[in-house]
């Protein structure tokens, strides 16, 4: 079975500094894991995903995140946060092959206030 | 582009009325999802389909129906609505998992019912 955890469900930062948003995930099978970002009133955006390739990914908008096989987690950062990243944040994992699900999980989410 | 186009952006609807919500994607995508998102509650799954004609049960598909007779077009029914489906509705598509890799979702920018 396959599970997600958002660790904050608000992250507040000022303008120009780091983004760090936490998400430790669980599953049975080589995982494929995402960041999804929802701007107010729209659907949900693919940031970056990971699977089973090079363990640190490149998103987009400067966001990266580290696949931890040890730590199970998946968390997203970036260098310097701007007013345009103020969004919800989810995190979501799919079980991978042999025997996984591809149904994908998500997290509860993670709103991202950034001041300015 | 990948496209998901929910037909409708805002619907009001009364208690016992029977509503439909339609989406339509244009790549060809085998997998189809309905999501119903509530604040702190992150993203459920109410049904999906990988072929036409064929569904399956998400997390909470009580009070819901689908219908899948074109692979593009995966509509989502409420026979009667109640005050507890007020919500956000969010369709996604996604190509089948193939080996260690699960296809990205591409959402809909998701159609917010309010029930009276």
């Known amino acids: 079975a396959q599970s997600v955890t958002q660790l904050d469900s608000h992250v507040s930062v000022s303008e120009g500094t780091p983004v760090l948003l936490r998400c430790n995930y669980s599953?049975?099978?080589?995982?494929?894991l995402f960041w999804y970002v929802q701007h107010p009133n729209k659907g949900l955006q693919l940031l970056l995903k990971?699977?089973?390739?090079?363990?640190l990914v490149k998103g987009i908008n400067g966001f990266e995140a580290e696949f931890k096989k040890s730590e199970t987690s998946f968390h997203l950062t970036k260098p310097s946060a701007h007013m345009s990243d103020a969004a919800e944040y989810f995190c979501v994992v799919s079980d991978g092959w042999p025997g996984g699900s591809y149904i994908p999980t998500f997290g509860r989410g993670t709103s991202l206030i950034v001041h300015p | 582009d990948v496209k998901v186009t929910q037909s409708s952006r805002y619907l009001v609807k009364r208690t016992g009325e029977k509503v439909f919500l339609e989406c339509v994607q244009d790549m060809d995508h085998e997998n189809m999802f309905w999501y119903r998102q509530d604040p702190g509650l992150g993203l459920r799954l109410i049904y999906f389909?990988?072929?036409?004609?064929?569904?399956e049960k998400g997390d909470i598909p009580e009070g819901y129906s689908v219908s899948r007779e074109k692979k593009e077009r995966f509509s989502l029914i409420l026979e009667s609505a109640s005050t507890n489906q007020t919500s956000m509705y969010l369709c996604?598509?996604?190509?089948?998992?193939?080996?260690?890799?699960?296809?990205?979702?591409?959402f809909g920018e998701g159609s917010r019912l309010t029930v009276l």
């Open positions: 389909s990988y072929d036409v004609k064929m569904k």
């Open positions: 599953s049975s099978y080589s995982p494929s």
């Open positions: 990971y699977t089973s390739a090079a363990t």
């Open positions: 996604a598509s996604s190509t089948p998992r193939k080996g260690f890799s699960t296809g990205e979702l591409f």
